[in-house]
């Protein structure tokens, strides 16, 4: 057995799905796995968008654009098709794709509500089903196949905005998360969640430009997330590593889901 870094964290030569790829936190993952030797596949609902970042990504590594609106079972179903036409094993599905929605609490509407329960918890519920299949080809204890959620603090914590399907979304991953991991860890699959706080992102762009010398300094750690904290990450836990790692919710937040700095 070696414990030697280059074989502990070494991700090259799997391939890997990121859905929500092309902006943010998806794009972190998905440069950083590229960029490390991932065949890595991108997924976001405009085109124009998913497609141009696998252009960019791929002048360092191999980044294919297949565009889906997985909010609906007509984009999911193409999309795991034409990702079954190319592949006969996947190592990585990273469920990222996300929405949010605010609005005060007696105006928060329906379709707000199923919109981001649909993208954030159906859609990663059903993407990992249909997948599956792909996941568990050649999987095994020795060398297990990884699903990695992306959850957020909100799901750890009540956010003290109006975002109450968000926050509810996000405890569903992190639970969603552990039943999948006891489901599938037997039959080598480590299934895991990173629960971020505040990142660069459309999502967060309205709270950074309004707030966001407030959110760095209430932040233990002085600042707000990067793309090398999230891309590490993602890379640590599908490797070697962790491979005895399974139905666990790790924020990176530099530790704000625990309180705010004090001076």
Not at 191 to 204: C, D, K, L, R, W
């Amino acid at each position: 057995m070696s414990f030697q870094v280059s074989e502990l964290f070494s991700v090259a030569g799997k391939t890997a799905i990121v859905t929500g790829g092309s902006r943010g936190i998806g794009k972190m993952i998905a440069q950083g796995y590229v960029e490390n030797g991932v065949k890595t596949y991108i997924s976001a609902r405009k085109a124009e968008a998913c497609v141009a970042t696998a252009e960019e990504l791929s002048e360092k590594g191999e980044c294919i654009a297949f565009p889906a609106d997985l909010s609906t079972k007509e984009g999911r179903d193409n999309f795991v098709g034409k990702i079954k036409e190319r592949e006969e094993k996947i190592d990585i599905l990273v469920n990222n794709a996300g929405a949010a929605w605010g609005a005060p609490f007696e105006e928060y509407p329906d379709d707000g509500y199923d919109k981001v329960m649909n993208i954030n918890v159906k859609a990663i519920f059903t993407l990992a089903r249909d997948l599956m299949p792909l996941l568990l080809k050649d999987a095994s204890q020795e060398n297990p196949s990884r699903v990695i959620n992306i959850g957020s603090i909100d799901g750890l914590r009540v956010s003290s905005t109006d975002n109450f399907a968000y926050g509810a979304s996000k405890a569903a991953v992190h639970f969603l998360t552990k039943n999948l991991a006891v489901r599938f860890g037997p039959k080598g699959l480590t299934v895991n969640a990173i629960a971020p706080g505040p990142f660069e992102s459309q999502m967060m762009d309205f709270m950074l430009q309004k707030f966001g010398e407030k959110i760095a300094k209430e932040n233990p750690m002085g600042r707000i997330g990067n793309p090398y904290d999230m891309a590490g990450l993602a890379i640590y836990l599908a490797s070697n590593a962790t491979k005895y790692l399974t139905g666990q919710v790790i924020a990176l937040d530099g530790g704000r889901n625990l309180g705010a700095a004090r001076d």
